[in-house]
């Protein structure tokens, strides 16, 4: 069943169109995040999506009803904003029953909804405080619980970590999946953050522009994305671009310099035969190095350029003709800038695209 269903919504502002007939299908209990930079149309989609500003064509379902010129009070949605937006003379059980006393609400009701917001966010001790004796991080979490008690079926989240420190997102990027476990009701969820995207998303819509340039599960953007805007919005460190040459043929091949790198096993999108100018995309972590590499379809030897010491594993970079190239190593290999290192890859885990449209070949 579609939980939430945007079709052919346009938005302008004066000449300048934001959104430009857009369609997105949700499902139910899906958790969708739209994702892009600053300006793109998420958060202008999502408040289309709210009520929160009227579309200049197109309309808006919500559980098959027609919400397009509906009040977002009467959608049948809650939202969290980036801001916390809490009242500061209110304590927190009154900033999460104020809404429901608003509505007329029975007080058995109003207790029964805040208890229950308060346990599934671990906040009953502090509903007798007042929001500035809370951390960020429990603002935020009173700000999910005021659109939790409101007992709806989809939950609008716009950027509601950015304001949080490295670690008190992380933390609550997991208890927002789990309230999604717990609850299983449709979310949509607009951030900048990919992290958050590819820890949180049953499928992302990347954006750019007014458009969705890709809708699909994390793994398949991550993994094939369908343009080199996707590919270099996805991923951390970000993925290797190579420019060169695509030869087919008997042995199709990527040229790049005096490298000739053999793509028979790479999957074009429509059965190959593609030819011309053509960039070579491979990410960090699929480029192996020393004994592995040369079990690898592609490899060759290496000078090490830079090294960015990163905790966990080390990136190096290197160069492939005169194209620069990074590549993951264990934090335990320790390599120093002019060290030679052997490298390979597969280019089955590679991407391609054609450098006119840069649209996957």
Not at 44 to 73: M, Y
Not at 155 to 164: A, H, R
Not at 183 to 201: F, K, P, R, S
Request: aromatic fraction near 6%; charge should be negative; proline fraction near 5%.
């Amino acid at each position: 069943m579609t939980s939430v269903s945007v079709r052919g919504v346009s938005l302008n502002f004066g000449s300048v169109e934001v959104l430009k007939s857009l369609d997105l299908d949700v499902e139910q209990g899906e958790f969708i995040v739209l994702l892009g930079p600053s300006g793109c149309g998420k958060s202008t989609l999502l408040n289309c999506i709210a009520g929160l500003l009227d579309v200049s064509a197109g309309q808006i379902f919500i559980n098959d009803r027609n919400v397009t010129w509906e009040e977002p009070k009467d959608r049948g949605i809650g939202m969290v904003f980036q801001s916390y937006a809490l009242y500061p003379q209110m304590t927190v059980e009154g900033n999460l029953s104020f809404g429901l006393k608003n509505a007329g609400l029975p007080r058995a009701e109003i207790d029964k909804r805040v208890a229950r917001a308060a346990e599934i966010l671990q906040i009953g001790p502090l509903l007798k405080r007042k929001p500035s004796a809370l951390s960020g991080g429990q603002r935020q979490r009173v700000a999910i619980g005021r659109a939790l008690v409101r007992d709806v079926d989809v939950f609008l989240f716009d950027e509601p970590l950015s304001n949080l420190d490295a670690k008190l997102r992380s933390e609550l990027r997991v208890e927002i999946k789990r309230l999604h476990q717990r609850l299983n009701n449709t979310m949509i969820y607009v951030t900048h953050d990919q992290i958050e995207a590819m820890t949180l998303a049953d499928r992302i819509a990347v954006m750019r522009g007014g458009l969705i340039q890709q809708l699909d599960t994390p793994h398949t953007i991550y993994s094939k994305p369908v343009n080199r805007y996707v590919a270099g919005f996805i991923g951390s460190p970000g993925m290797n671009f190579i420019e060169g040459a695509l030869e087919a043929g008997g042995s199709p091949a990527f040229k790049v310099g005096d490298a000739a790198i053999p793509v028979d096993r790479y999957q074009t999108v429509n059965g190959g035969g593609h030819s011309g100018a053509a960039t070579f995309g491979i990410r960090p972590e699929h480029v192996a190095h020393d004994e592995p590499a040369r079990n690898m379809p592609f490899s060759r030897e290496v000078e090490v350029e830079i090294v960015e010491p990163m905790g966990s594993d080390t990136l190096v970079w290197s160069k492939i003709g005169d194209q620069s190239l990074s590549f993951r190593v264990d934090s335990e290999r320790y390599l120093n800038v002019g060290d030679k290192v052997l490298i390979g890859f597969d280019p089955a885990r590679a991407s391609m695209f054609d450098a006119k449209s840069e649209d996957r070949i």
